[in-house]
């Protein structure tokens, strides 16, 4: 990031344009929606500018630029469409303190100007840096089509209610009575006018207020494989409501991101045979902030009813007294098999498939191996890699065969995902170099790969 997103106090402040064209003119209208004090110097002026300045919108300096035009302005705007002319302001306004944009010229601005949705006083400002304006546009009308008209009203009238909601202790409280009247109360009364609003948020103060003290409430959400657009609505609302996020090892940074920035995040990460955090220290932390009145995310890659401990964790809460809910997420086995073209069932193939565990609490884990061992066999094996060899044996021993595919994903669903073609006879050099998280898809190839298979013993 080399523009820091930042919004000025204008209210009353000097805001300086050099220029009187389209460029100018362009500025002028962004900058009419503030409560600044507006100059603008050029020898000649657009007639739209001369419009504002009739109606004392703008003040008109009419000659060139001068040392001391920028003195006490907060921000200078270079709009004289002409490069020799904007490199004066900047050396002129900066001189004289102001930060100067160069409009159209990324690279001599020392501030930029982003693309605004207008709510007033909710504003959404939207930059790329200079790299895309045409994506900022479009993300801007996308915006503009889902925020209600009627959002400024709500806003506005909040603020004047502030102070009267500090009645209400600090914290998920308070949170809960704003979040009630933007998302439900206050959307229902804006069709009626503002003092509909108003007596809406009385009385809604007055619930809150009277309602006893809530115990917290505990999310089990699934964070899907990583990639962050694989995460589900519901999963997403859950993290922007939580006071406290606990979340495994292996949920990306990017879904951590969509926190509050006022949330607890604490990581609470397991690794196969390397450092971890007990289960019980982690249902001990979801209970103690669940018994604090916060809304706790139990935050768990993939899809927390496969092998996340989920069970221990809810009974933990039910001795609590805490009330929770499941969130499912993608688990690692669809978004592996979706990767590689393939899917984990198939008529005439197999009409069932497995899901394994490599290893548990014991060590590596047992399973069916000689049903395992059957041709057309499907089994996603989560935790694998550590266990390739020992499996190996064991589906050998029952009469696997040697040339069975098997597909190792690491990394699935994210950026730098990798898959790796083997067989159950080159499964342990295979893994051998494997360091992310991985999932072993045995009795499947990637579609191109098993393709070629096919055709091959079609040949022979």
């Keep these: 990031m080399n523009h820091f997103p930042i919004f000025v106090a204008l209210e009353g402040r ?13 500025k002028l209208r962004l900058l009419l929606k503030t409560t600044a004090n507006i100059n603008v110097v050029a020898e000649t002026f657009d007639p739209v500018i001369e419009t504002w300045a009739a109606e004392g919108r703008v003040t008109l300096i009419r000659r060139a630029q001068e040392p001391g035009d920028a003195l006490c302005c907060v921000l200078a705007y270079a709009a004289s469409e002409d490069a020799a002319l904007d490199a004066r302001t900047v050396r002129l306004a900066s001189a004289d303190g102001a930060l100067v944009n160069v409009v159209d010229n990324l690279e001599a601005s020392q501030f930029i100007t982003p693309a605004i ?19 900022a546009r ?19 009238i909040g ?20 979040a009630d009247y933007y998302d439900h109360a206050g959307p229902r009364a804006a069709d009626a006018g503002e003092d509909a609003i108003r007596d809406t948020l009385g009385d809604l103060l007055a619930s809150h207020v009277a309602a006893e003290d809530r115990p917290g409430h505990v999310d ?25 996020v606990i979340h495994d090892r292996l949920v990306a940074p990017e879904i951590l991101e969509l926190a509050r920035r006022e949330a607890l995040i604490i990581d609470a990460g397991k690794e196969g045979f390397g450092p971890s955090t007990a289960q019980g220290d982690i249902n001990d932390l979801m209970v103690a ?22 069970d221990e964790e809810i009974e933990a809460l039910d001795a609590a007294g805490l009330a929770w809910s499941i969130v499912p997420g993608i688990t690692a086995a669809s978004a592996s098999v979706a990767s590689i073209g393939q899917s984990l069932t198939k008529r005439g193939r197999n009409g069932s498939v497995r899901f394994l565990t490599g290893h548990d609490m014991k ?19 989560y935790m694998g890699k550590r266990a390739a060899r020992w499996m190996q044996g064991r589906m050998l021993m029952h009469g696997a065969a040697p040339a069975t595919p098997v597909t190792i994903i690491e990394n699935a669903s994210r950026a730098d995902q990798r898959t790796i073609a083997a067989t159950l006879a080159t499964l342990p050099e295979a893994v051998a170099d ?11 190839a990637p579609r191109r790969a098993a393709q070629a298979l096919a055709q091959t013993e079609i040949a022979l």
């Design 14 to 26: 000097r805001v300086l344009v050099v220029g009187g064209g389209d460029a100018a003119v362009a």
């Design 117 to 135: 949705v207008d709510r007033d006083p909710v504003v959404v400002a939207i930059g790329t840096e200079g790299a895309a304006p045409v994506l």
């Design 138 to 156: 479009k993300i801007k009308a996308e915006l503009e089509a889902k925020l209600p008209a009627q959002l400024g009203l709500l806003a506005r």
């Design 159 to 178: 603020k004047t209610f502030r102070k009267a909601a500090d009645v209400l202790p600090m914290g998920a409280v308070r949170r809960r009575f704003w």
């Design 220 to 244: 089990l959400v699934g964070a899907g494989p990583g990639d962050p657009e694989l995460l589900t609505l519901k999963a997403r609302t859950a993290l922007d409501r939580a006071d406290v």
């Design 289 to 310: 902030h669940g018994l604090k009145g916060a809304h706790v995310v139990r935050l768990k890659a993939g899809d927390p009813t496969v092998f996340g401990r989920l």
């Design 363 to 381: 060590g590596f884990a047992d399973q069916d191996w000689r049903a395992l061992a059957q041709p057309g066999e499907v089994a996603a094996i």
């Design 434 to 444: 494997v360091t992310g998280p991985a999932l072993l898809l045995h009795g499947l």
